[in-house]
């Protein structure tokens, strides 16, 4: 849990936001997206293109990625008495058992079979709040059976099907590690070339891994945010990465977090102050009146409003200036959410 005045509201993070900019498919190449920079102690604003990073970025600053992998977590099956069930996987849990969301028209009970499109089953095993726990009587592994049924889990904002092409884009080009349910967004504008240019430029890169659940879209059920409980994730921060955040501070190079998701592990492995190798369970949130210290900088796409990642950018550059920047944003016509432009937040300045 965060530190802070027990006063602030999930309503005090709402913004209008017209349904036309939250973006339904991704640009054709990745690093063409725009880039809003947040200038934090002089409280400015600045319109620019994300391949602009070679310019903002410094020799010596360090790009900390999330690499995890997203699954293909959306499968369709009917229920012994023929009623269609949609399964999202929310976590796998073992190598035939994952934590899933179920939408269908009434809640299985214990002991009930969902039949797949392959002709197996998934057993019903209990439920736990809104998500059910689930055994895949399958001979080959989850990640196995995914790969073959499973589709994309596309945000519930995205009004349309999962096609072909998302396999590809609504995943990193560094992504490694399987395991998430969606992606990390603010690596989906990173290509290889810009990755070249940034690694010509002498910014030097490092990974955590931090598997997203399907939770991160659950939209928070307490008005008063010291009431909130984030969902659990894994993570990964490895030693490696530890040595490579304190050469680069000690060097006086800037560590700069792709995404929340990053800073979410990154203070998660914090113990006393220090940052530690940290390989576990996190339920962190990050909300204003928590001092952010594992990070220089956060390159992060633009939020839901009302969510804990907006909560997360307010604590890092102010909830007020956060907000003029997300105004700013509709009224130049940013895109928004998983598939639309980003931000990269300087709270030390340009």
């Known amino acids: 849990m965060a530190k802070t005045s027990r006063a602030l509201k999930k309503s005090d993070f709402d913004f209008a936001l017209p349904p036309e900019l939250i973006a339904q498919a991704p640009l054709p190449e990745r690093s063409a997206s725009r880039l809003l920079v947040l200038d934090v102690p002089a409280q400015r604003f600045e319109d620019r293109r994300f391949r602009d990073l070679t310019e903002l970025l410094r020799p010596g600053d360090l790009l900390v990625f999330n690499d995890t992998r997203v699954l293909p977590a959306r499968l369709y099956g009917r229920k012994e008495s023929g009623g269609a069930v949609e399964i999202l996987i929310e976590r796998v849990t073992g190598a035939h058992e994952a934590t899933v969301q179920l939408r269908v028209s009434k809640k299985p009970a214990p002991g009930a079979r969902i039949e797949l499109a392959d002709g197996s089953f998934a057993c019903v095993l209990g439920r736990e709040d809104a ?3 689930l055994h895949f009587e399958s001979p080959e592994p989850l990640e196995k059976l995914l790969a073959k049924l499973g589709e994309m889990p596309l945000p519930p904002y995205i ?3 999962a096609g072909a092409d998302d ?7 560094y992504a ?3 395991g998430a349910v969606a992606a990390p967004t603010a690596g989906l504008h990173f290509d290889e070339p810009l990755l070249d240019a940034l690694r010509a430029r002498g910014v030097d890169a ?3 891994t931090l598997h997203v659940g399907a939770g991160t879209f659950q939209p928070m059920r307490t008005e008063h945010l010291h009431e909130h409980r984030m969902h659990r994730e894994w993570l990964n921060v490895g030693a ?12 006086g190079g800037r560590v700069i977090a792709v995404g929340t998701t990053v800073v979410r592990a990154l203070e998660s492995a914090i113990v006393d102050g220090v940052l530690r190798p940290f390989a576990g369970e996190t339920q962190i949130f990050i909300f204003p009146g928590y001092h952010i210290t594992s990070i220089d900088g956060l390159i992060t796409n633009f939020h839901l409003p009302q969510s804990t990642l907006l909560m997360l950018v307010s604590a890092l550059a102010g909830r007020e200036f956060v907000l003029a920047a997300y105004r700013h944003a509709v009224a130049q016509r940013y895109r928004f959410f998983s598939y639309g432009d980003a931000m990269l937040i300087l709270p030390h300045g340009v």
Not at 167 to 173: A, D, F, H, P, S
Not at 240 to 251: C, F, G, P, Y
Request: net charge positive; hydrophobic share 40%; no cysteine.
């Open 240 to 251: 490696a990465l530890v040595e490579k955040i304190q050469r680069t501070r000690a060097a």
């Open 167 to 173: 396999l590809e884009r609504y995943q990193t080009v």
């Open 176 to 178: 490694r590690s399987p």
């Open 206 to 208: 490092g990974y955590v």
């Open 159 to 161: 009004a349309r099907p």
């Open 131 to 133: 998500f059910f726990r």
